[in-house]
């Protein structure tokens, strides 16, 4: 069982940054895809970003493409979402997940989950 917690989420206003955090609680970490999702009020999860198990690739939502950096750090057992000219429609909460699958968009196959962090970006 690994444990996911999310952290750095605030309010800012559109054009502004922010950087999200997800820590592991188990040192297999490493051995997992990690993956970004959303959820905003009244609408579905949905993907924005995801990163191999060395860090090597990176795969993003067309919506977040060029705006968000995914990256992470396996000695630290922590991945980042490095979020860039933020725009009022990327408020929502901001979930971390593990998978086994590489490029995966399907959050059914994700296995552990973080418990969200709210984003939120004003005009």
């Known amino acids: 069982q690994v444990q996911l917690v999310e952290s750095g989420g605030g309010l800012v206003q559109a054009g502004g940054s922010l950087r999200l955090s997800c820590t592991a609680s188990?040192?297999?970490?490493?051995?997992?895809?990690m993956g970004w999702f959303r959820q905003a009020p009244g609408k579905e999860r949905e993907f924005v970003a995801g990163?191999?198990?060395?860090?090597?690739?990176?795969f993003y939502a067309d919506s977040v493409k060029g705006r968000f950096t995914v990256s992470r750090d396996n000695a630290k057992n922590t991945a980042y979402l490095q979020m860039d000219t933020l725009k009022p429609e990327d408020t929502a909460v901001y979930y971390c997940?593990?998978?086994?699958?590489?490029?995966?968009?399907?959050?059914?196959?994700?296995?552990?989950w973080g418990q969200g962090t709210q984003v939120t970006v004003s005009s």
């Open positions: 990163i191999s198990w060395s860090g090597a690739s990176t």
């Open positions: 997940a593990l998978s086994q699958q590489w490029k995966d968009t399907n959050m059914e196959n994700y296995n552990y």
């Open positions: 188990s040192r297999t970490f490493g051995s997992f895809v």
